[in-house]
């Protein structure tokens, strides 16, 4: 069974801080990685992806992944009442060419 | 503009009653996939194509629910004889060619069975 495991929260921070999320999966063979923000009742909106160890920066978004941990997280800076949404994470499927498994995602709450 | 669109939004019908989706990619995106999300779920793969061919199917995909995408371009979901289990939001996401992991998703269809 191919899992990706994320916390469902909600994770509450204030505004300014920084929001960081994180998601586990199963698959050796993943090699994609994915970021999707879901506001309530709205389809998920790609934010990041990263396909290599290590982080990637994107505005106040920073994407990490361990492969050898298989674990990857997504931080948030300067964390705004906007940003309140679910986080989804996704990975591709190593037998698949096509197929993403996401998690279930992390409810977050930026209170001003 | 240019994001992918899918129609009806909104679908409320009957238990045993059919229903079809549709479906517009984004013009230059040649894969085109089909998501269910159920609340507090993600999305969960049903199925893809690249250009006209249906490349893979999820064993969540029954024998009621039938997808195409005859031209290549826009493609359909029919659900038959739905079921109360069927109401989920159903997703399209499209990608383009060398970034076929890079899913970018329409607004859903919001399906109910009563």
């Known amino acids: 069974q191919k899992e990706v495991e994320q916390n469902s929260g909600p994770l509450s921070v204030p505004e300014g801080a920084i929001a960081s999320l994180n998601c586990t999966y199963s698959d050796r063979g993943s090699q994609s990685f994915f970021w999707y923000r879901q506001y309530s009742g709205k389809s998920p909106e790609l934010i990041m992806f990263?396909?290599?160890?290590g982080d990637k920066e994107d505005g106040r978004f920073t994407a990490q992944l361990n492969k050898a941990s298989q674990y990857v997280s997504l931080l948030i800076r300067d964390s705004q009442p906007s940003d309140s949404a679910t986080y989804l994470c996704a990975v591709n499927y190593g037998g698949s060419q096509g197929n993403l498994i996401f998690g279930k995602g992390t409810k977050l709450s930026v209170k001003p | 503009d240019t994001g992918v669109s899918q129609n009806p939004r909104h679908k409320i019908t009957k238990r045993g009653q059919n229903v079809t989706f549709r479906c517009d990619p984004i013009?230059?995106?040649?894969?085109l996939y089909w998501y269910r999300q159920t609340l507090g779920q993600g999305p969960e793969f049903l199925t893809y194509f690249q250009n006209e061919a249906q490349l893979e199917k999820s064993r969540l995909l029954s024998d009621r629910f039938s997808a195409e995408r005859p031209k290549g371009s826009f493609s359909t979901l029919e659900i038959q004889r739905t079921e109360q289990g069927d109401s989920a939001m159903y997703l399209c996401?499209?990608?383009?060619?060398?970034?076929?992991?890079?899913?970018?998703f329409g607004p859903g269809t919001r399906l109910t069975v009563t």
């Open positions: 013009s230059e995106h040649n894969r």
């Open positions: 996401a499209s990608s383009s060619p060398g970034h076929y992991y890079e899913q970018y």
């Open positions: 990263i396909y290599s160890n």
